[in-house]
């Protein structure tokens, strides 16, 4: 019985301890916030295109992301695939503007579509026997965080 009256006494000074080193402390509150437009509006436009293999004379769709862009001409690189000749492949292109959809028309999600003209050359197989490829291209979406 003792044992438990002194236990019992520790763990309530315990107690009084914690409450008293908490009221003394200030609490220390992590007020940083994290820019979420200010982060998405530093990341790259990823476009949306098609492209013409010179190569294979097929049709691949480009997924690509703007790396410089100097006077309007952009320089992007990216993946191209569907064609089954040739598969997947690892992609650099360069295209300028002609149009603007949000010139002519106003809504919110017509300022993602664009026609830009380009060509491009990539490397497909890349685990395989590589094979150089290359075509022209048109870029049609935009996305911009």
Sequence with gaps: MRKSIVLGLICLACLFGVAYAQETTPAVVDTTVIDVPGVMSGLPNLKQGIGYSIVDSKINYLTTIEVINVKKVSFAVGYAGVAKSTGDKLIAT??????????Y??????KYLKFEPGVYAGVGRILGSNEFDYGVSATFLDVKF
């Excluded at 360069?94 to 010139?103: D, G, I, T």
């Excluded at 028309?105 to 017509?110: A, E, K, N």
């Design 105 to 110: 028309v106003t809504w919110d999600l017509i």
């Design 94 to 103: 360069v295209s300028y503007p002609l149009f603007a959809a949000e010139k």
